[in-house]
């Protein structure tokens, strides 16, 4: 059992990446939209996570060092600092929105409206940091989180026309109605949603908290190789279930009763329990995945102790930011702003954000001084330095496409 | 365009200030992180070879960005003679209970999160 | 810096030529809110959906098109024939809303759902082609 659970992380960081709140309803919209014409972006994005997240494994089982300390030691203080601004406040939006998530996912469950259901949210985010173990609080997420695969099922059930699915994947214009620069606007977003440095921070610092040493580089890739790809997947379940329901009713999503209820229709109230789950456990994952590696980059950027498996005394820093964080979090969501919204804006840093993580974790997992002999082979280089390519490019075109199309509206 | 002088062949490694000593993390004796290397402080004694006096730790980074330089008092200093080895991190001989740079660390410890009932206790 | 103020200007004055034309984004929205509440109480009645689900859907549906309302409303009509089309759409959307309104309460009236699903529906079909009229302006 304990070698099945062992991909716990990688299954947890993907679904934190690719089914959080932001991308449940952003596949939901570009499926509703164009249907399956957009998974392609998601195949790409899949494949660049896998390479750098392995990367990012690597040099922690071999050296020790997470992420973000990579970032500092390469980059030096000042282009660190310029990072550690842009994702440090893109995780707390995604936090912000997260905790609305659950929020939301609450209210579904429940039929109590959100705003009643923050503080709960925010409360249990916290405790399950200050006192469950890591490798409780993956396994639990994660696998609760597997029931998404019911938006897979409800693809299939929900009969797609076959002809039409190949048509769509294959062809990518004309959609009748949107704008070339709205798709490509959601090419950037599922790309950059793909590739969210948290993702990268929290699976290298989890793999710290774990103690993953040299013996483990198989579990890295096992890790990267069954986690990333489920969670395209589910991604991409998604888009499809959403096509096949709300496309024929003319109906664009907008909200995360709009994205769950494709699944009702094919499987019924049964069917509507587990996306639930699901989604609850898939908000909280995220949440947790979010908050903590708040605490992990400014942390390693400092050189303050940090980790979960310390008693929170002894990483006070750590925990005192991480409490702040949900604060902050807790206090916009009182506002009444919708938590969907807040991820949609979270873009605007991905520009400073990407490339500036990426970019270390190439160059460390060259260097013998952190991986000794198991220094990338060119495959993997040429591969990672391509991506590197269109990261630099998603990340600078996000900004434009963003404002050219009102966020895609 | 000058050439270098030729490096003196000397026993044991060269490093590079810029590249393996700056921004790395500095742990004690027990590879518990206690800060960063923001700066060096270099000395040399009657016009001899500068060597490195001091690691300047964390606090430094304000002077690096803007320029000027902090009052030496305001500065975390750290003395060369302390550092045990040099890997991917600064190993130093001490132990971290015995240094100032972590009094913030200190202070939180002492009057928030020790305070927060479950804060002293293990994860489960 | 002043590259990145220029740049920003020239984007924003692109945005305002290229972003979808208001009437046909609110018509539009509408018509959506709309199918997605028909589709929620269809959902109910055949005992797909939790009511928690569909209310909740229902409820998002009405905030929309109440939002949607407000923005034809307010639209500045360049000519005659864009007024006569926000007359239009104002109607459209003021019925859709009172039918949204109604199927709020359907949600707990299991005898009216039926019915509630067929003037949702011909609600969105009616607000569909008011969408395409405005974006054939």
């Known amino acids: 059992m304990k070698k099945y659970l062992a991909v716990a992380l990688g299954i947890l960081t993907a679904i934190g990446g690719f089914v959080d709140i932001g991308d449940l309803v952003t596949n939901a919209v570009v499926g509703a939209r164009f249907g399956l014409s957009l998974a392609w972006v998601v195949v790409v994005g899949v494949i660049g996570i896998v390479l750098y997240a392995y990367m990012a494994g690597k040099v922690v089982a071999l050296s020790g060092r997470a992420t973000f300390e990579i970032i500092r030691e390469r980059l030096g203080a000042r282009a660190a600092l310029m990072n550690l601004g842009a994702s440090f406040l893109m995780t707390l939006l995604t936090l912000t929105a997260e905790i609305g998530g659950i929020a939301l996912t609450l209210q579904l469950l429940t039929g109590i409206v959100p705003l009643a259901w923050i503080v709960v949210a925010t409360l249990a985010v916290w405790l399950v940091i200050w006192l469950v173990k890591f490798t409780w609080m993956e396994n639990a997420a994660g696998l609760l989180g597997l029931t998404l695969i019911v938006f897979v099922v409800s693809f299939f059930v929900l009969g797609p026309d076959w002809g039409d699915t190949v048509d769509q994947i294959t062809q990518q214009y004309p959609h009748p109605g949107e704008h070339p620069l709205t798709y490509w606007f959601y090419v950037v977003a599922l790309f950059g949603a793909a590739m969210t440095p948290y993702e990268v921070f929290f699976f290298s610092s989890g793999a710290v908290e774990e103690r993953w040493g040299r013996q483990d580089l198989m579990l890295a890739r096992l890790n990267v190789g069954i986690g990333f790809p489920l969670g395209g997947l589910l991604s991409l379940g998604i888009a499809g279930s959403a096509f096949l329901v709300w496309s024929p009713e003319k109906v664009d999503v907008s909200s995360l009763s709009q994205v769950v209820l494709p699944v009702g229709e094919a499987l019924g109230t049964i069917g509507l329990a587990l996306v639930l789950i699901g989604v609850l456990a898939a908000t909280m994952g995220a949440a947790l995945e979010t908050a903590l590696s708040c605490g992990y980059t400014l942390a390693q950027y400092a050189g303050w102790p940090w980790g979960k498996w310390h008693r929170p005394a002894k990483a006070p820093q750590f925990h005192v930011t991480i409490i702040v964080c949900l604060l902050i979090a807790c206090g916009v969501l009182a506002t009444g702003v919708d938590p969907i919204m807040v991820t949609e804006f979270s873009v605007v840093f991905s520009a400073v954000a990407l490339p500036l993580t990426y970019a270390p974790i190439l160059v460390v997992a060259n260097d013998p001084e952190y991986v000794g002999e198991e220094t990338n082979g060119p495959v993997l280089n040429a591969l990672a330095l391509v991506y590197l390519v269109i990261i630099v490019v998603a990340a600078v075109a996000a900004i434009p496409l963003m404002v050219l199309t009102g966020l895609g509206s | 365009m000058t050439r270098l002088p030729p490096h003196p062949a000397k026993d044991g490694k060269v490093l590079d200030a810029n590249v393996h000593l700056l921004d790395r993390l500095v742990v004690d004796r027990n590879d518990e992180p206690v800060s960063v290397v923001s700066d060096l402080e270099l000395e040399s004694e009657d016009g001899g070879r500068p060597r490195i006096a001091n690691l300047v730790l964390g606090s430094a980074i304000v002077s690096r960005f803007l320029g000027g330089h902090p009052p030496k008092h305001h500065l975390d200093r750290m003395a060369w003679r302390k550092v045990a080895a040099l890997d991917t991190v600064v190993h130093l001989r001490v132990d971290r209970s015995e240094l100032d740079v972590i009094w913030f660390e200190r202070w939180l410890r002492r009057h928030v999160i020790g305070r927060i009932p479950g804060g002293r206790r293990d994860p489960e | ?137």
């Not at chain 3, 034309?21 to 009645?45: C, K, N, V, Y």
């Not at chain 3, 067929?118 to 079909?125: F, K, S, V």
């Open chain 3, 1 to 137: 810096m002043r590259a990145a103020l220029v740049v920003a200007l020239v984007v924003g004055l692109a945005a305002c030529g290229i972003t979808t034309p208001p009437l046909e984004r609110a018509a539009g929205d509408a018509t959506s809110a709309t199918g997605s509440a028909a589709l929620a109480l269809r959902g109910l009645d055949d005992g797909d959906l939790t009511s928690a689900v569909a209310e909740t859907t229902i409820e998002d549906a009405v905030t929309t098109a109440s939002k949607a309302a407000r923005e034809v409303a307010a639209y500045p009509a360049k000519n005659t024939r864009e007024k006569q089309l926000q007359e239009q759409a104002v109607a459209a959307i003021a019925d859709a809303v009172k039918d949204l309104h109604r199927a709020r309460d359907g949600v707990r009236q299991p005898a009216q759902r039926a019915s509630l699903v067929d003037r949702l529906t011909a609600d969105r079909d009616r607000l569909d082609e008011l969408t395409t009229k405005a974006g054939s302006l």
